[in-house]
């Protein structure tokens, strides 16, 4: 049987989208019994987090600098969106559900290189009270936390860093060491990135970029 170059380019298109919908991994389980109040999240914030967030713009430009100065400056233009500061649109809250999310690391922080972009992983967004809930589930590095109402076109994450005994990410404000403070933004249609400036690995920046998982086949 002939196959024809557009069966072929059809063919080429399905089968990457058949094997990510196998691998959607359940949502998570909620990340406390008590969400905290869906309120202003200075309240809630630390302040040297809430300086972090206050010095995003500087996080772009040094880690941005960097990685020109590394060698980066082709990889930065072909990753194009996740990389341009400045750029959130309103409804900035991403629709719970699955996502691929990929971490891009600028900033070398100690062993690493000027710019590092890992493989993607899932995130689940969830809905828990009034408040959205964000959980990075698999690969090496795994968090998790809520986002608060910050203006139209960004949202505030506080957030912690799991470890291999925990089932489920700690409330924010107990473990100050493990804890993560970044932004949530939309940069297009149904793309997202969540912003870590100055995170505590010793990057400048980490850009989480996260687009809908497909959804499983029945």
Not at 17 to 35: D, G
Not at 151 to 170: C, K, N, Q, V, W
């Amino acid at each position: 049987m002939r196959i024809d170059r557009a069966s072929l380019l059809r063919l080429a298109f399905v089968l990457p989208i058949l094997s990510a919908c196998q691998t959607v991994p359940e949502a998570p389980p909620p990340l406390s019994s008590e969400p905290p109040a869906a309120e202003a999240w200075r309240s809630v914030a630390r302040p040297a987090d809430a300086d972090r967030i206050a010095r995003l713009g500087g996080a772009w430009e040094a880690g941005l600098a960097e990685a020109r100065r590394g060698g980066f400056g082709t990889r930065i233009a072909e990753l194009g969106l996740a990389l341009t500061p400045a750029i959130g649109q309103p409804r900035a809250a991403p629709p719970p559900g699955p996502y691929r999310c990929r971490v891009i690391r600028l900033g070398a922080g100690p062993g690493r290189r000027a710019l590092t972009v890992y493989p993607a992983h899932f995130c689940h967004v969830g809905v828990e009270g009034a408040l959205l809930s964000f959980t990075k589930q698999s690969g090496s590095e795994q968090f998790g936390g809520y986002l608060f109402a910050d203006s139209d076109a960004r949202l505030i994450f506080l957030g912690t860093m799991m470890t291999a005994r925990d089932e489920r990410a700690p409330p924010y404000g107990e473990e100050e060491a493990r804890e993560l403070a970044g932004v949530v933004e939309r940069v297009g249609l149904m793309r997202y990135r969540l912003l870590l400036p100055w995170p505590r690995n010793g990057a400048k920046l980490d850009v989480i970029e996260l687009v809908p998982a497909p959804p499983a086949l029945d």
